[in-house]
């Protein structure tokens, strides 16, 4: 059974997912968390914007991890 498409607005979303409006909004501006307009309305998918943040959130820990690997190289390096 295929999961109902469900949008809400972005009073709903900040409540659903614990992240201030003016956070969600400019996200949505700035096109980095999807949403659909209707009208002058911005509506949200919780879910799409749960994989998203999800998906940015592990992109920014492989980084970390490779500065952090680059930092050890660096340092092993050196202290040659």
Sequence with gaps: MQAKKTFVNVTQLSAICGLSETWLRAEAQAGRI??????ARTMFNPDAVERALLSRAV?????VAADTVR???M???NAS
């Design 75 to 77: 340092g092993a390096t």
């Design 71 to 73: 930092l050890e190289k």
């Design 34 to 39: 999807p949403h659909l307009k209707v009208g």
């Design 59 to 63: 992109g920014e820990l492989a980084g």
